[in-house]
């Protein structure tokens, strides 16, 4: 089963109004990975937190990373439509390989 | 750096054939990853690579699949017969080490007719 599950599946929003989209996962992690898709290319990596960091922000993107829920949320801020992809947690699960989420799917309307 | 090269970038071949996927890795990186994404399973880790050697290919789905690397800058994936269900986009990626973000290429869109 997949170790990461992002929610929500899809997420429709205007332009320059805030996206939150969650991951929550299993077992636990030394580091989580936000990674984004857009349609018919490769995932390109956003921003990795570590287990012992609680908040990091990377221009418009913020990530939090709860260990006792086993949760992490991206927000990106004042969305644009360049921002319409898919949107993917990973976690190391047993510190030797990454396990991707299902994604969510993120479209940003002008 | 030109990013992780894969080749092709599409690919329609019949059911039995012979499939070769081909990836080059970012110079310098340690290790290599085979990805399978579908609408159905989402994207799936199908072996992976450190220093050349394959560490975990608990993910290749069938004696069909096998994947090589003779070198530090070359990495095979073959499928030997092709099915239909094998109809999916293959991703290769490689990072620094096991642990550190991953950097993919672009993927071979395949076709099983």
């Known amino acids: 089963s997949q170790q990461g599950e992002e929610d929500p599946q899809a997420l429709s929003i205007q332009e320059g109004e805030n996206a939150t989209m969650n991951c929550s996962y299993k077992t636990s992690i030394n580091n989580l990975q936000w990674y984004r898709q857009n349609s018919g290319r490769g995932l390109v990596h956003l921003i990795l937190i570590r287990s012992n960091e609680r908040e990091k922000h990377s221009g418009r993107l913020r990530v939090t990373l709860d260990t006792s829920k086993k949760s992490s949320s991206l927000l990106i801020t004042a969305s644009r439509a360049a921002d319409t992809a898919s949107y993917f947690c990973a976690t190391d699960w047993n510190t030797d390989k990454l396990i991707f989420g299902t994604g969510t799917r993120l479209q940003v309307f002008p | 750096d030109a990013g992780v090269i894969q080749s092709p970038r599409h690919e329609v071949t019949e059911m039995g054939q012979e499939v070769t996927l081909r990836c080059k890795p970012i110079s310098g990186h340690n290790s290599l990853f085979w990805y399978r994404q579908t609408m159905m399973r989402g994207l799936e880790l199908l072996i992976y690579?450190?220093?050349?050697?394959?560490?975990?290919d608990s993910g290749m789905p069938e004696d069909r699949f096998s994947a090589k690397m003779p070198n530090a800058s070359f990495s095979t994936l073959k499928i030997q017969p092709s099915e239909p269900r094998d109809s999916a986009v293959y991703f290769c990626?490689?990072?620094?080490?096991?642990?550190?973000?991953?950097?993919f290429g672009p993927g071979t869109r395949l076709l099983v007719l």
């Open positions: 990626a490689s990072s620094p080490n096991v642990e550190e973000t991953q950097y």
């Open positions: 690579f450190n220093n050349n050697v394959p560490i975990d």
